[in-house]
């Protein structure tokens, strides 16, 4: 058994959190949906549930989200504390109000499954240019699917946002249960109603979800084939997650109609290399360069010839640009200025999606790092994220690659682990600290 180390207090987390850039306003949840990343949890895993916060409390902490530049988040569940549907808060509209009051300049981005939207909220998120990220998922199996009680009334809801907020669709993809035909309709229904965009995200279930061994047979490829297809007869992006990306080429998947990027002459396809005169490596450098300026000037590659262009655009309005997300550098300069990784041996232990990225970075960087894939012991099923892997998953893959009794062990002067894996406190899932893995493998540890 790891020892589990005491876990910080609620305000600790919600710091943390809105200093991220994180607003956590309540597990409160209207729905019941069957993917639900709280449900058939294994029994240590800790995570944190809160009612709804007094606007007294938000309002005192409000400053606490300046320390992260990016969207201001809301309804997104990446941290440990539950986040439920935000529209559920009493106190949403006036919530709202004090944010942009505060951050006339930021982002604002709220995730909602529309179910509890109104025309006059729908002119408030207008007026003070929320963004929105519709969690639909289905139109023809809400009540199977989502417990949706009154699938129409949701259904209306969502299609009174056209013209009217800016949004973003999501489908978690049930072929299994709703067959492709649905998650086409979806996605056409979304955007029919003024969707910019629509997400499909592949099902992931731990060992214990009873549709686990379902999603263990979905097929990616299939998922990603399918979404190519549906963005070239929507027109408009359609973007698969995971995306299957090898490489960190900071590569431009769509570009938006009468967009600030369109008129400056990028095109899907063109591979961004330079923004304000300094070199990007990665597409998540590329694009947030590009959106925290005004005006900035780019370079871009199209097959094989340079380009330079001014993307006319304010500091922090969307360019236009649609890009996966991949990596961002600034944690790699990080890693190896604490690491030393020039003159060290290093062993890298990450997801599998993630090892083909962390190699191409490596590569570009001239480095040389072992890059090991480390599947997912504690959760199961499909479940693969550098982010929910947890000490012992590391260990048991550390014991597979280079165990006491292996001559291979001492290879290695060094083993990082990915820091989203682990809370400010250097605590995992289970509250285990990545210390843990130190003392097992006698290797100090870098957090990537």
Not at 47 to 54: A, D, S
Not at 191 to 219: C, T, Y
Request: contains cysteine; glycine residues 6%.
């Amino acid at each position: 058994m790891l020892p589990r180390t005491p876990p910080p207090s609620m305000e600790a987390l919600l710091y943390h959190a809105q200093m991220e850039g994180i607003l956590p306003l309540t597990s409160r949840c209207n729905m019941q949906c069957v993917f639900c990343s709280n449900a058939y949890n294994p029994e240590t895993c800790e995570v944190f549930t809160i009612p709804p916060r007094p606007l007294a409390e938000i309002e005192d902490s409000i400053l606490w989200l300046t320390g992260s530049r990016g969207p201001i988040v809301i309804g997104e569940s990446v941290t440990r504390i539950i986040e439920g549907e935000p529209l559920t808060h009493p106190e949403f509209p006036e919530i709202l109000k004090l944010l942009r009051k505060h951050y006339p300049d930021r982002i604002i981005r709220v995730t909602t499954n529309g179910s509890l939207l109104t025309p006059e909220l729908i002119r408030l998120l207008s007026q003070l240019r929320v963004e929105l990220m519709v969690s639909l998922n289905t139109v023809g199996y809400r009540k199977q699917v989502m417990g949706d009680k009154q699938p129409e009334s949701t259904l209306r809801n969502v299609e009174a946002l056209g013209g009217k907020a800016r949004f973003e669709g999501s489908i978690v993809a049930l072929p299994f249960i709703t067959g492709w035909e649905d998650v086409a309709d979806t996605a056409k229904f979304l955007k029919d109603s003024g969707a910019w965009s629509v997400r499909i995200m592949a099902p992931g279930f731990s060992r214990f979800h009873p549709l686990a061994k379902d999603a263990a047979s979905f097929d990616l490829d299939e998922g990603r084939c399918f979404s190519r297809d549906l963005q070239r007869q929507l027109k408009i992006p359609v973007l698969f997650e995971p995306p299957g990306i090898t490489t960190v080429t900071p590569v431009v998947e769509y570009v938006l109609p009468r967009s600030p990027a369109r008129k400056a002459g990028i095109r899907p396809g063109d591979v961004i290399t330079q923004v304000l005169r300094r070199s990007v490596m990665t597409r998540t450098e590329a694009f947030e360069r590009i959106r925290d300026h005004e005006k900035p000037r780019a370079v871009y590659d199209r097959q094989g010839v340079l380009y330079e262009t001014v993307i006319n655009k304010q500091r922090f309005e969307a360019s236009g640009l649609v890009m996966y997300d991949d990596l961002d550098p600034k944690a790699w300069f990080g890693w190896e200025r604490e690491s030393r990784v020039k003159r060290r041996r290093v062993l890298v232990l990450t997801s599998a999606q993630a090892k083909p990225l962390i190699e191409h970075a490596l590569e570009l960087r001239g480095l040389k790092a072992t890059v090991e894939a480390v599947p997912s012991v504690f959760f199961g099923g499909n479940i693969g994220a550098a982010g929910l892997l947890t000490v012992r998953d590391f260990i048991a893959r550390y014991g597979e690659i280079a165990g006491k009794d292996s001559e291979e062990d001492s290879e290695f002067d060094i083993v990082t682990l990915p820091r989203r894996a682990f809370d400010p406190w250097g605590r995992d899932l289970e509250g285990v600290s990545y210390k843990a893995f130190e003392e097992i493998a006698g290797k100090p540890v870098v957090l990537a």
